[in-house]
């Protein structure tokens, strides 16, 4: 029987893939995706969401019509005990590593822009301490806060579309199409690491009451996260322009802080403090699936050990977030974690279905 703050509506997906996906990436991505693509940064954003929609298609095929209680359960159903525990582990391994980097560019924004002189660590330690404590409220609990950030997401977008209109130069788009293939290709391998952490649906799939509308969820969690980072991209374009934009760290940062709002003065520290919520987002849900899963696959007693499990996962994130150094460093690992979320991401569901079509009716359900 599913453990009740482990059970999902088919709805609530579609707010934990936004929110696996949209944080700090967020505040890169124009600049990461117009460094060799130019006024056609757009087009790198667009191509860099098609391997997570891939991946989502992959596990989708891999998983549907499944009796399983849980991933551990169907795991071992196709390649044994061992074969559930390496799988568990590799990903759990690389969530780890991709939620550290998330917690280090948070710690470099909040250092720089809102607390310059609160030593790292103890940044850090705040982060990890509210992901911790959203995360040990289960995954129902998680999927509801999800959704009600959500909404805040969307009026923090139309804030920053309305400030930014008056530095519009649509001159700033021209020409369409007016670099190489290869440009764009290079620069859309960048952009992965923003539409990164979608490969945790793989982690909620089974918890999800009716498991027949999760594709239509993820790709509508998929879609609602491609709109919105190709709006931040387009405006961060025609305020900057794509030479310019090459050359600043936090290009949606800067156009907070140039714009103004009736009543609302400074509103990059505005957006920054709804953004403390936000941006945790992709921790707790992937901390809180992390914590299941290892649950379900040690058999541990959910009221006694989930908690403590929760904490733990969360001191390795806050230790391997302080391995970096600076902000260059945690923005090259950023970009190496989005390498290695196209490969998690589609390698992984991808050695599920292989496995499922090789043993076909051996593994397939009853009935």
């Known amino acids: 029987m599913q453990h009740p703050r482990f ?27 117009s460094e060799h693509s130019g006024q056609d940064a757009w087009v790198a954003v667009l191509l860099g969401s098609l391997l997570p929609l891939a991946s989502i298609l992959l596990i989708n095929f891999a998983c549907r019509q499944r009796p399983e209680a849980s991933l551990t359960e169907y795991l071992t159903t196709l390649g044994g005990r061992w074969f559930a525990f390496g799988f568990i582990l590799l990903l759990l391994s690389f969530l780890i590593l991709f939620e550290a980097t998330v917690v280090r560019l948070f710690v470099e924004i909040s250092s720089s822009l809102l607390l310059p002189r609160t030593p790292v660590w103890m940044i850090a330690l705040l982060i990890v301490l509210a992901v911790v404590y959203q995360a040990m409220q289960g995954a129902t609990v998680v999927a509801r806060v999800n959704e009600m950030y959500f909404f805040i997401l969307a009026v923090l977008i139309v804030a920053l579309v309305l400030v930014s209109i008056p530095h519009f130069q649509w001159t700033s788009m021209q020409p369409v199409l007016g670099h190489g293939l290869q440009d764009i290709a290079r620069d859309s391998l960048k952009t992965m690491y923003s539409f990164a952490g979608v490969e945790i649906l793989v982690l909620y799939y089974f918890m999800v009451k009716r498991r027949e509308q999760v594709l239509k969820a993820a790709l509508m969690g998929w879609l609602i996260t491609l709109i919105i980072y190709l709006t931040v991209t387009v405006i961060c374009l025609l305020s900057f322009g794509a030479e310019l934009l090459t050359n600043l760290t936090w290009p949606v940062l800067l156009i907070m802080k140039l714009g103004k709002l009736p009543v609302i003065e400074r509103m990059e520290f505005f957006f920054l403090l709804f953004w403390l919520g936000i941006g945790v987002r992709p921790m707790v849900n992937a901390t809180c699936a992390m914590a299941h899963s290892l649950g379900t696959l040690f058999e ?3 009221k006694r050990w989930f908690k403590p499990t929760v904490a733990l996962l969360g001191a390795i994130i806050m230790v391997v977030s302080l391995l970096e150094q600076g902000v260059e460093q945690a923005l090259k690992w950023s970009e190496w974690c989005g390498y290695m979320s196209a490969i998690f991401g589609i390698a992984l569901p991808l050695l599920l279905c292989v496995i499922r079509l090789v043993r076909g009716k051996a593994v397939a359900p009853d009935g």
Request: aromatic share 14%; charged share 15%; no cysteine.
């Open 7 to 33: 059970a999902l509506e088919s709805r609530h997906i579609v707010f934990l893939v936004i929110g696996a996906q949209i944080a700090t990436g967020l505040f890169i991505l124009p600049r990461i995706a």
């Open 300 to 302: 541990f007693d959910f």
